[in-house]
């Protein structure tokens, strides 16, 4: 015997679909927030932490040229260590191109163009949740205008670093890896390039850390 269910029935069946959908992105929203959070707390932690040991400073001598090295070492000490658990992840991966580990240790060094605490890149985080580009309304407002150069600035980071690695005689493969690593890339193909396959495993280990 066939069963054909009511209009009613399926018009239930859709709209607790839409509900279930609607629930699922809400809590990867907050997983996404909360994961931010944690990871700001941490980062406030390796600013307290004690000074970059002999080993760490080995490994950035090794990886990088003298110019680059100098970038390195004017990032605030949170993001020191955390470049180098980014590396360190790779290396624990089995990964060991060149262009990659030194990808690693300055992809975020575009960040000291716009310093910020923190709990201000947390805001900002919080902030990006609700508005892609927080800074655009926020320098309508005389007050806010100057913070807003400096989010949008830290914003541009990707870019910024890019061209300062560049500058510093990188090798070109690490300006990109550099330039893309917060590009959203879908899933792997089936020949997918060098330059994908490192940039993507620079992304795997940087949300790790």
């Not at 990188?170 to 917060?182: E, F, S």
């Given at each position: 015997m066939s069963i054909i269910s009511s209009p009613k029935v399926e018009n239930g069946k859709r709209s607790q679909r839409a509900t279930d959908g609607a629930m699922d992105g809400g809590q990867q929203g907050f997983r996404r927030t909360t994961a931010a959070l944690l990871y700001r707390v941490r980062q406030f932690g390796w600013a307290l932490a004690p000074r970059i040991g002999a080993e760490d400073r080995d490994l950035v001598a090794r990886l990088l040229p003298p110019a680059a090295q100098a970038l390195f070492w004017r990032m605030p000490r949170g993001d020191q260590r955390h470049s180098l658990a980014v590396l360190r992840t790779l290396l624990a991966w089995g990964e060991d191109h060149p262009a990659l580990l030194a990808a690693a240790l300055l992809h975020d060094v575009g960040k000291t163009a716009a310093p910020l605490t923190p709990w201000e890149r947390a805001l900002l985080r919080l902030g990006q949740a609700l508005c892609p580009h927080p800074w655009r309304a926020m320098a309508r407002l005389p007050l806010l205008r100057r913070w807003a150069d400096r989010l949008r600035r830290y914003a541009d980071h990707p870019e910024i670093g890019a061209a300062?690695?560049?500058a510093a005689g990188?090798?070109?493969?690490?300006?990109?890896?550099?330039?893309?690593?917060?590009e959203p890339l879908g899933p792997p193909g089936p020949e997918e390039g060098l330059e994908a396959r490192l940039l993507r495993r620079l992304q795997e280990a940087d949300g790790r850390n």
């Open positions: 300062w690695a560049a990188c090798d070109p493969l690490t300006v990109v890896l550099i330039r893309r690593h917060q």
